[in-house]
């Protein structure tokens, strides 16, 4: 079973910097796509950035030159360094595996972690 466990949310002030880490556990043989997506109360959830197993990245207009994804294929573990953050990046941050393949023949899965919050004050 493939699991993803986040750490590095908490209250920071804005203008502050948060370091997110999503490790992923099991019997991985490959992932493809990992990512980083926040919700809050009353919104949908959106897509905060998304970096492929060869490095391309995307992200969202909001968190464009203030956040940076990153990953360590190695580890199964993805990363987001948050920077200058505001009021409005409150929410609580999930991490998802995408294209996600085992030794124990599974294919394809998605999978999502359980999310941290973040809580930046003004």
């Known amino acids: 079973q493939v699991q993803l466990v986040e750490s590095g949310g908490g209250l920071v002030q804005a203008g502050g910097s948060l370091r997110l880490s999503c490790a992923a556990s099991?019997?991985?043989?490959?992932?493809?796509?990992m990512g980083w997506y926040r919700q809050d109360p009353g919104k949908e959830r959106e897509l905060v950035a998304v970096?492929?197993?060869?490095?391309?990245?995307k992200y969202a207009d909001s968190v464009m030159g203030r956040f940076t994804i990153s990953r360590d294929n190695s580890k199964n573990t993805v990363y987001l360094q948050m920077n200058e953050l505001k009021p409005e990046d409150t929410a609580v941050y999930s991490c998802?595996?995408?294209?996600?393949?085992?030794?124990?023949?599974?294919?394809?899965?998605?999978?999502w972690g359980q999310g941290t919050l973040v809580t930046v004050s003004s």
């Open positions: 970096i492929t197993r060869d490095g391309w990245t």
């Open positions: 099991g019997s991985i043989f490959r992932i493809n796509d």
């Open positions: 998802n595996a995408n294209g996600v393949y085992t030794y124990s023949g599974e294919r394809d899965l998605g999978v």
